[in-house]
């Protein structure tokens, strides 16, 4: 998915899969666009932060069409603007920010404490058994991610989820990835948008679907903060300071098993509810 054909120097064409879902999840096309936007930059400076406009939903099964434009490439740093257009509209655009490594001031506030470890939660598949209504959705669906919730995740029952001002699951690529740090970054991002905005519902208890939420993610940014691998467990611990107007924020910040702050994401997202 995240290999791109490229079709001119600064034009490339990502996939999607075929799956029951309504339209293409966030997280594939801002890691594609972050694919398209770091293959026309050095190698040698690796990107440090993004800021992407969900602006239509991707149709699955339908190529996309990123543009890159190579706003400055300075001394230290290279800014680019990646556009996802799909039927010739625009559904997706990201600016992305790249940087050589410098040596500086180093700190982290530190990661949340006596959280059980990704052997010691359910699997994705072993807490689906207690929903088999869930299976036959989740079936269909590529299992490119490891996913571990800490607390109970939003796509249970309602009345089922209990509220907690935090949302923490594990997370790794459900593989090995060659030794490419832009593979990691873009890995990394696809990985992002994924429990970000739950967090939000996990405030009030509530859950996705039918007599709870439904959502959209309406823009979302990440920073990348120190190396890492995708394909290693990292937390990822989210948390929302505010929901209004139809609107819920959620930030979330990753952790190496080890406690290393690696990345932190903020995203809004349109939250509406239905009936039963």
Same mark, same amino acid.
């Given at each position: 998915?995240?290999? +791109?054909?490229?079709?001119?120097?600064?034009?490339?064409?990502?996939?999607?899969?075929?799956?029951?879902?309504?339209?293409?999840?966030?997280?594939?096309?801002?890691?594609?666009?972050?694919?398209?936007?770091?293959?026309?930059?050095?190698?040698?400076?690796?990107?440090?932060?993004?800021?992407?406009?969900?602006?239509?939903?991707?149709?699955?099964?339908?190529?996309?069409?990123?543009?890159?434009? %190579?706003?400055?490439?300075?001394?230290?740093?290279?800014?680019?603007?990646?556009?996802?257009?799909?039927?010739? %509209?625009?559904?997706?655009?990201?600016?992305?920010?790249?940087?050589?490594?410098?040596?500086?001031?180093?700190?982290?506030?530190?990661?949340?404490?006596?959280? @059980?470890?990704?052997?010691?939660? @359910?699997?994705?598949?072993?807490?689906?058994?207690?929903?088999?209504?869930?299976?036959?959705?989740?079936?269909?669906?590529?299992?490119?991610?490891?996913?571990?919730?800490?607390?109970?995740? /939003?796509?249970?029952? @309602?009345?089922?989820?209990?509220?907690?001002?935090?949302?923490?699951?594990?997370?790794?690529?459900?593989? %090995?990835?060659?030794?490419?740090?832009?593979?990691?970054?873009?890995?990394?991002?696809?990985?992002?948008?994924?429990?970000?905005?739950?967090?939000?519902?996990?405030?009030?208890?509530?859950?996705?679907?039918?007599? /709870?939420?439904?959502?959209?993610? +309406?823009?979302?940014?990440?920073?990348?903060?120190? @190396?890492?691998?995708?394909?290693?467990?990292?937390?990822?611990?989210?948390?929302?300071?505010?929901?209004?107007?139809?609107?819920?924020?959620?930030?979330?910040?990753?952790?190496?098993?080890?406690?290393?702050?690696?990345?932190?994401?903020?995203?809004?997202?349109? +939250?509406?509810?239905?009936?039963?």
């Amino acid at each position: 998915m995240l290999d +791109l054909a490229r079709q001119s120097e600064s034009v490339f064409v990502g996939t999607t899969p075929v799956v029951g879902l309504q339209r293409v999840y966030g997280g594939h096309v801002a890691a594609q666009a972050l694919v398209a936007a770091g293959r026309t930059v050095d190698p040698s400076r690796t990107v440090h932060s993004l800021h992407g406009y969900f602006v239509r939903p991707g149709e699955s099964g339908q190529p996309i069409e990123y543009h890159v434009e %190579k706003i400055r490439d300075g001394r230290s740093f290279s800014v680019r603007r990646s556009v996802a257009v799909q039927n010739d %509209k625009t559904i997706f655009f990201m600016s992305a920010s790249f940087h050589r490594h410098e040596d500086g001031l180093d700190h982290q506030a530190p990661a949340p404490l006596d959280v @059980p470890g990704p052997d010691e939660v @359910p699997t994705m598949r072993e807490r689906l058994g207690a929903y088999p209504e869930r299976l036959g959705i989740w079936s269909s669906v590529p299992w490119s991610l490891d996913v571990r919730y800490v607390g109970e995740p /939003g796509w249970v029952a @309602p009345g089922d989820r209990r509220a907690d001002p935090h949302q923490r699951v594990w997370m790794r690529i459900d593989g %090995k990835l060659p030794d490419d740090p832009l593979l990691h970054a873009c890995a990394l991002t696809y990985a992002s948008d994924m429990t970000l905005l739950d967090s939000v519902l996990s405030v009030h208890g509530e859950v996705w679907g039918p007599g /709870g939420v439904i959502g959209a993610s +309406l823009d979302h940014a990440l920073w990348f903060h120190r @190396p890492f691998r995708a394909d290693e467990w990292f937390l990822y611990d989210c948390w929302s300071p505010s929901a209004a107007g139809g609107r819920g924020l959620a930030t979330g910040r990753m952790f190496t098993a080890s406690g290393a702050n690696i990345a932190t994401a903020v995203q809004e997202g349109l +939250l509406r509810r239905v009936g039963a």
